[in-house]
């Protein structure tokens, strides 16, 4: 799949209204592909200015298309995010955004596994490694 993120029209998306702390931010988003196990998902969003929480129920890299936002995390620091900056957020975290111009982002979402299945998981795969029926992944 081959997409230019800036032109991908977006649906709406709203933010829960008691997450927002000020303003009247407009979220809209788009799903673009789903992984074949279904664990992770890519999405373009975009919201106007305005200050709210959020809650990270997956895991979430972001590159920053275009725009700015002020993301302040649960420790009380601020972070600025403009284009080309990357983020990664923990599923179960949340922060506050302050989007100080219409903010637009890439994001690549994936389904937290329960601990002991992902020390399975990844196992299996250094397994199959050791007999050679995969190769080793790039650094």
């Given at each position: 799949m081959l997409v230019n993120a800036p032109g991908?029209?977006?649906e709406p998306e709203?933010?829960?209204?008691?997450?927002?702390?000020?303003g009247k931010?407009?979220?809209?988003?788009k799903k673009l592909v789903r992984s074949r196990d279904r664990t992770s998902h890519i999405v373009v969003w975009d919201c106007t200015?305005?200050?709210?929480?959020?809650?990270?129920s997956m895991d979430e890299a972001i590159i920053v298309v275009s725009g700015e936002a002020f993301i302040i995390n649960e420790n009380g620091e601020e972070h600025r995010f403009g284009p080309g900056d990357l983020?990664?957020?923990?599923?179960g975290t949340w922060c506050k955004w302050r989007v100080s111009q219409h903010f637009r982002k890439i994001g690549v979402l994936r389904e937290p596994l329960w601990r002991p299945l992902g020390l399975g998981v990844k196992a299996?795969?250094?397994?199959l490694q050791m007999v050679g029926l995969t190769a080793k992944p790039a650094l």
């Open positions: 991908v029209d977006l709203p933010i829960p209204s008691d997450w927002i702390l000020d931010p407009q979220a809209r988003c200015p305005g200050h709210f929480k959020w809650h990270f983020g990664f957020f923990p599923a299996w795969h250094k397994l």
